[in-house]
């Protein structure tokens, strides 16, 4: 097993310096080429941390506990597991996972974890409503991922849910579209709020007048198939703005059914990048994608400041997600989501 001495050989650098750069402590500490030399020797040594004598010398685990419910069935909070487990992996922590009812045994499970010595938790529910934190969690560092709390006790990471909006209807009119219908949710959640708050200022900065006559909120199965059947009738729309990828298939079943053509005589934008839907679609869906990994991830790096008492550095993310916004952002911290381009939508 290779040991800081080796690594520190390697390196032609003291053991202590080592310690500093392996343990994240080497900003303003350490010239940045050495610690990134100190870096390189220790991944071609295949140098790993002694969890147990960390534990012993920091007085933590390296255990964080990622709680949530119905986690195998929701793919946006898997993949934010991903990104959480890649982000405790970096800085040499690992993960235990709680999937839950949100029932009695939530609170059995977590004690669970509490027993184990858990550092602190990611906490994620499937839901745009306003929740309370379950009170086994709030004694502990703690970060929210995509949930909305009644108080801003706790860091939280979501999607820039208005960006949303504005950036499907901004697309939409950037293409030609001349009445943009918004399909949206019949639940009043706080996403269905703020995606509409988003379309309509899109059609502000446009100077175009919002006609609540193209919105239309619908729930699942025949009724909803018959409200926006009843709007391409009524309204003659030339592009819809879906609340999320399931809502396009109204529109796409509509639109076969009057002999229209998606992406030729119709545009469609929908929310979440849902591969069974986008991949499915003739044509294939134009969506916005939820950044669940990156959420993930972020949370993660926030969650291991908290618990360190420090700042990660300047660059705590891969470049690859370089449009987080940084570990200390404002709560709630807002995450850019990306338009994916197919081809639903109609070219100039």
């Not at 390196?11 to 610690?35: C, E, M």
């Not at 147990?52 to 255990?63: D, E, K, N």
């Not at 108080?151 to 901004?170: H, L, Q, S």
């Not at 697309?171 to 009043?188: E, F, Q």
Request: proline share 5%.
């Amino acid at each position: 097993m290779m040991t800081m001495k080796d690594v520190a050989e390697k390196a032609g650098v003291s053991i202590s310096t080592v310690s500093l750069v392996l343990n994240n402590h080497d900003a303003g500490r350490v010239k940045p080429q050495i610690a990134a030399k100190v870096r390189q020797m220790a991944e071609e040594l295949g140098y790993k941390p002694n969890p147990m004598a960390r534990s012993l010398r920091t007085s933590r685990t390296g255990i964080l506990g990622f709680v949530s419910e119905q986690i195998q069935g929701i793919p946006y909070t898997s993949k934010a597991l991903q990104g959480a487990q890649d982000a405790t992996s970096r800085y040499g922590y690992i993960i235990l996972l709680v999937d839950t009812d949100g029932s009695a045994r939530q609170v059995e499970q977590t004690s669970t974890l509490q027993r184990y010595g858990v550092d602190g938790f990611l906490y994620s529910k499937p839901s745009s409503q306003v929740t309370e934190v379950p009170e086994e969690l709030v004694h502990s560092p703690l970060v929210l991922i995509s949930t909305n709390t009644v108080d801003n006790r706790f860091p939280i990471v979501e999607p820039n849910e208005f960006a949303i909006g504005y950036d499907a209807t901004k697309r939409l009119i950037d293409s030609g579209a001349k009445k943009i219908a918004y399909i949206g949710n019949a639940k009043p959640t706080i996403t269905q709020a703020t995606r509409l708050e988003g379309y309509r200022r899109a059609f502000k900065e446009a100077g175009r007048t919002f006609d609540d006559r193209l919105v239309v909120n619908v729930g699942n199965n025949d009724p909803a198939l018959e409200m926006v059947s009843r709007l391409f009738d009524e309204q003659h729309p030339d592009a819809f703005f879906c609340y999320d990828d399931s809502r396009t298939w109204y529109v796409y079943e509509c639109a076969a059914r009057r002999g229209l053509t998606i992406g030729k005589d119709l545009s469609v934008i929908g929310v979440g990048n849902l591969d069974f839907i986008v991949d499915t679609f003739t044509p294939k869906l134009t969506t916005i994608a939820i950044p669940e990994y990156e959420m993930g991830y972020w949370a993660a790096c926030k969650l291991i400041s908290l618990i360190e008492k420090r700042s990660l550095g300047p660059h705590p993310f891969p470049d690859e997600l370089s449009n987080l916004p940084a570990i200390d952002a404002a709560s709630p911290a807002k995450v850019h989501c990306r338009l994916i381009e197919n081809e639903s939508v109609i070219s100039k």
